[in-house]
């Protein structure tokens, strides 16, 4: 990504600040900071109340979201003070997702949940909910922090660019040549991430080359076909191929391993572990990062019942999450789970 570093633009990244981690080392627990979320107006007195919350993710019907739905049906079942629907729409599309937060703060609920799929366009919406006393955490992908009061963060930016490239520096070398295949290039976490491992790239292995980054809007047929189109357009040169989202990550290897590259161009990214057994047990994958999802949307809705207890606010340094146990708060409004790598000696013990 030294190279992309020349450039005079770059697709895929967010163009914010980035602050990689060192090469040699993980990032120490820092003090989060000044609390820099939203607070709702004039929110009635919930503690120990039923709620209702309303689940809005990118989209409905992918895998990666019907687990982060399970687990916030988990969370509910576990608190029975909470009724959690999860509804959104059928396409990564800002404005429907706007219009499904919209109607569900007329029809009226307590909490809202969301993965954002533009920070900047879904922030005045999340606000109104606000000015109407509704509780707002985001999971997956956050939205701009006045518009929100708790982000659930799978993992810190530069922890998962770190963990991608060095992965990937193992595969191809440190000279190897990549290409990326992201949702959209306003996916406000995919943008966070790919910023980061430009710098880390840069900073930790600055021989090693960005090809592309290409959108395939997480949908599975179209990862599998830019995924194809990469290997076509670079031959040879293509060495290594990131998947950014649960989708793209097996749709990229399925393209690989029908072209017969499998040990020739290595895939590596983001994904459940379900779809990359077949990868990573028949030995075309060697690995692959994940997070729960199913704990993601534990931690979200579990987070809204204790905002309407009042036993998460603003100062806190942890997050005591049923039973996920305490959650570090990192950058002053996060929420941070853990992340952990899918290998062929234990991806047989994750069943989603």
């Known amino acids: 990504m030294a190279a992309h570093a020349q450039q005079a ?8 600040p980035t602050s990689p981690l060192a090469c040699d080392a993980s990032a120490a627990a820092a003090d989060p900071g000044q609390y820099n979320g939203a607070s709702p107006t004039g ?10 919350v309303v689940d809005v993710p990118k989209l409905v ?5 019907m ?10 079942k576990e608190i029975g003070s909470l009724t959690v629907t999860t509804d959104g729409p059928t396409k990564a ?3 429907e997702q706007i219009t499904f937060i919209d109607n569900y703060i007329t029809s009226g609920v307590d909490g809202i949940m969301l993965s ?8 005045p919406v999340l606000k109104k909910a606000l000015e109407g006393g509704i509780n707002v955490v985001t999971y997956d992908a956050d939205a701009e922090p006045d518009a929100r009061q708790w982000f659930v963060n799978p993992a810190t930016a530069n922890g998962v660019a770190k963990t991608l490239i060095d992965q990937l520096a193992q595969q191809i070398g440190q000279d190897g040549h990549f290409a990326i295949v992201t949702s959209t290039f306003t996916t406000p976490n995919q943008a966070r991430w790919i910023s980061e491992m430009a710098a880390y790239s840069a900073k930790c292995y600055p021989k090693m080359k960005f090809l592309e980054t ?4 997480e949908d599975n047929i179209l990862s599998f076909n830019q995924a194809q189109t990469l290997i076509n357009k670079y ?7 990131v998947g950014m989202t649960s989708v793209a990550t097996p749709a990229a290897s399925e393209a690989v391993q029908q072209n017969k590259l499998c040990g020739k161009v290595a895939v590596i990214g983001l994904a459940l572990p379900n779809a990359m057994k077949p990868y990573i047990n028949g030995g075309c994958v060697k690995s692959a990062v994940l997070w729960s999802t199913e704990d993601m949307g534990y931690a979200a809705a579990t987070a809204l019942r204790a905002l309407a207890d009042g036993t998460l606010k603003p100062g806190d340094k942890t997050f005591k999450a049923g039973r996920l146990g305490d959650l570090q708060i990192v950058n002053k409004s996060e929420i941070l789970l853990a992340r952990q790598g899918l290998t062929k000696e234990n991806i047989a013990s994750f069943n989603f």
Not at 61 to 65: A, M, R, S, V, W
């Open 116 to 123: 954002a799929n533009d920070p900047v366009a879904v922030a």
């Open 214 to 217: 290409v959108e395939a809007q």
């Open 235 to 241: 031959g040879d040169e293509l060495k290594g191929i």
């Open 43 to 52: 929110a009635p007195d919930r503690k120990g109340k039923p709620i209702k």
């Open 67 to 76: 687990s982060s739905a399970a687990g916030a049906q988990q969370a509910a």
């Open 93 to 95: 599309n800002i404005d």
């Open 9 to 16: 633009t770059w697709t895929g990244g967010d163009g914010q």
């Open 61 to 65: 019907g992918i895998g990666y979201f």
